[in-house]
């Protein structure tokens, strides 16, 4: 059975940090381009971050770069998103996607909300 479990959302004040997992059941993350996205209430889904399956490369959007950080754990089959510096419009639900040519799975999401 393939399931990805997205985790680590919360509650935080502006400048505070929060680190969300996305683990994987069911396949193995190794093969897999691992991408983090966030939708805020009324607004499109934004592309957040994305490491390959051999974490060569990584991709950090320009809205994020210098706070977020994406990270990958192939023995626990997990990867990371570490928020630093968080503002009140980072505020949004993230999920993460794993992706392999045309094959594509969905964790649910994980709620933050950043605090003024």
């Known amino acids: 059975d393939v399931q990805l479990q997205a985790c680590g959302g919360g509650l935080v004040q502006a400048g505070g940090s929060l680190r969300l997992s996305c683990a994987a059941s069911?396949?193995?993350?190794?093969?897999?381009?691992i991408g983090w996205f966030r939708q805020a209430p009324g607004k499109e889904r934004e592309g957040v971050a994305c490491i390959r399956r051999d974490s060569s490369k990584k991709f950090i959007a320009e809205s994020v770069k210098g706070r977020f950080t994406i990270s990958s754990d192939n023995a626990a089959n997990t990867v990371y998103l570490q928020m630093n510096s968080l503002r009140p419009e980072d505020t949004a639900v993230y999920s993460c996607?794993?992706?392999?040519?045309?094959?594509?799975?969905w964790g649910q999401g994980t709620e933050v909300t950043v605090s003024s």
């Open positions: 996607q794993a992706v392999r040519g045309s094959v594509a799975y």
């Open positions: 069911g396949f193995s993350f190794r093969n897999y381009a």
